[in-house]
Nanobody, 124 residues
């Protein structure tokens, strides 16, 4: 059974940093795009960041570029999201996702597997 489990969320103040981790199990995702999405209250889920199978190509939403960094460790089947200079508008549930058998255009490809999400709240 494929599982994606996020960790690292919490309550922080504006300007703080957080690191999210996503641990995948049930199969290897070393040949697949991996990504992070978020959903704020009353809003649709939106793309945050993605990384190619090798880790060499990364993609970011304009709202987080320069502040967030995505990375993957295929040996550990994990994906990280380093978040710096957090803003109140970053408050959302953050989801890890994996694309089944798709390794390119990771910012636009459909994602098939999803974690349950981790809450991040940024106070002003």
């Amino acid at each position: 059974q494929v599982q994606l489990v996020e960790s690292g969320g919490g309550l922080v103040q504006a300007g703080d940093s957080l690191r999210l981790s996503c641990a995948a199990s049930g199969r290897t995702f070393s040949n697949d795009c991996m990504g992070w999405f978020r959903q704020a209250p009353g809003k649709e889920r939106e793309f945050v960041a993605a990384v190619s199978k090798s880790g060499r190509s990364t993609y970011y939403a304009g709202s987080v570029e320069g502040r967030f960094t995505i990375a993957r460790d295929n040996a550990k089947n994990t994906v990280l999201l380093e978040m710096n200079a957090l803003k109140p508008e970053d408050t959302a549930i953050y989801y890890c996702a994996a694309a089944n058998g798709r390794a390119w255009f990771c910012n636009t490809t459909p994602y098939d597997y999803w974690g349950q999400g981790t809450q991040i709240t940024v106070s002003s």
